[in-house]
């Protein structure tokens, strides 16, 4: 009787490995975990080697952490998201871009071309020519076709994996020429009623051009590497409504392609 008892346990055993090795880990597996004895050290092991299904959302992660979730767990749980997020989207040499995450769905940033310049020279004529006149690259349209109803966003960045098999054409040349976020810059843009600017440059007699996005639209934000070609990125500071856009500061490529386009979005 014993014995047959122990194989019928065994046999449950493994029925549940073979469950649970099929199954993505979710917040309710992390629980039976825990309850059953498991180390943090074979929990995250099997954050690592497992697909997983995570909720981190701050009333999860409250949830997790009153029910007895170790510090080192929720951090593991939280770097696995990372990775999950970015495999959402199939990458390759085709499929290169800015996408945002909309209920965990992504959406590709397409971008917008400006529609010309203009320079206020109002002030410099003031000054006799001592103040710098603004150029200011115009979008047309008071908002972005790209709208993103969250003051919080997330964005995904890839970058060309294999240069010599990517075809470099006027809508993706950038995911060739760059290699990370840090060649972009986050821009508030000024939002009037059929158009949107932001300041590409100062002109002063004296001085002479200078090129370079006003700092003070500027907004920081943290990149986490996924890869070597995948980045996430998330601004630092909570964006209002409003208009904003990612520029590209890097090297122009050779081959005609000039810099005269941004990725919008708006933030509803």
């Known amino acids: 009787m014993r014995k047959k008892l122990f194989y019928l346990c065994l046999l449950a055993f493994v029925c549940f490995n073979v469950s649970a090795q099929d199954a993505a880990l979710t917040n309710k597996t992390l629980l039976e975990m825990v309850e059953t004895g498991f180390s943090d050290d074979v929990i995250i092991a099997k954050i690592k080697t497992s697909d997983t299904n995570f909720d981190t959302s701050l009333d999860a992660i409250k949830m997790l952490k009153g029910k007895g979730i170790s510090d080192n767990v929720l951090v593991a749980v939280m770097n696995n998201k990372d990775k999950t997020d970015s495999k959402n989207i199939a990458v390759t040499d085709s499929k290169t871009g800015i996408f945002y995450l909309a209920d965990k769905n992504p959406v590709k940033l397409l971008p917008s071309v400006f529609s010309g310049t203009k320079t206020n020279t109002l002030g410099a004529n003031f000054s006799y020519g001592i103040a710098s006149a603004k150029v200011k690259s115009v979008i047309n349209k008071g908002q972005s076709a790209n709208v993103i109803y969250s003051f919080s966003p997330e964005f995904m960045f890839y970058f060309a994996r294999k240069s010599n098999d990517f075809a470099i054409g006027a809508s993706n040349w950038w ?94």
């Open 175 to 268: 995911f060739a020429a760059a290699t990370s976020p840090n060649e972009f810059v986050l821009v508030k843009l000024k939002a009037k009623k059929n158009s949107r600017e932001m300041v590409t440059g100062k002109v002063n007699v004296y001085s002479g051009s200078n090129l370079g996005v006003d700092e003070k639209s500027i907004i920081p934000f943290t990149i986490t590497a996924i890869d070597d070609f995948t980045y996430k990125v998330v601004p630092n500071a909570q964006l209002y409504p409003g208009e904003y856009c990612f520029f590209y500061q890097g090297t122009i490529p050779q081959g005609g392609f000039t810099n005269q386009s941004v990725f919008d979005f708006s933030i509803q």
